[in-house]
């Protein structure tokens, strides 16, 4: 593995919450089609990796930000609306709340091959960068030598009223809307499966009952990257995680541990 390839290409994913009055939030989960080559057939939440265009982009628009982070949201949101549908982190203005087939509109455009800023533009839009709450950062460590190495930001945003989730039909076959815990009891019980990174969120996200529950739970704890690591443990070979960034599991034998 070379030292550019450990670096990991910039990528974000979207937490997407959806509280329950009767129980803890739905979490958006994608199917990935078993053609890809990252995490083919896994449950994932949407996202992707960070382009160009996100950066240019990024040193457009007023955010006080660092360029990094906010090319990181940009991408998060452009990818959540290229593979599920849905528009967050979008600023209707005026008008408030962005309407659903608007949304679809901006979907349209950026699978022709639109970019982002120019559709925001036409519609009248901005991006609200603040929408979306830090809550992760994963890189995977050298020894892994993944099919693609990410470094990926994790973020936390509310579902949009008034707009419907579709899958891609192309990345991502399947989508659906489940609690953390379901979705865990889900791949336990042989219905589905989740790579590493993606349990351990899974089993983080699992502890709040919603989505401002989750907001408090990410800013009590510093968002660091996160590169496994092993260990013997009683014996055996353990995938390892630090354990002061609030994630209830920090390991899991090698042997069940899924990676990308």
Known sequence: MTIEDDAGRPAATVVIVRDRPDGPPDILMM???????FAAGALVFPGGGVDAHDRQLAARIDHGLEIDEAAARIAAIRETIEESGLGVGLNGGHAGAVDGA??????QGLLDGTMLGDLLEAHGLGLALDALTPFARWHPAPFEKAIRV???????ARAPDGQEAIADATENVHLFWSSAAATLARCDAGEGHVIFPTRRNLERLALAGSHADLVAHAAAHPVEKVRPWLEDRDGERHLCIPDHLGYPVTSEPLRQARRG
Do not use: G, K, N
């Open 31 to 37: 199917e990935r089609a078993s053609t890809m080559a």
């Open 150 to 156: 990410y470094d990926t930001r994790f973020y936390l």
């Open 102 to 107: 608007v949304v679809v509109s901006i979907r």
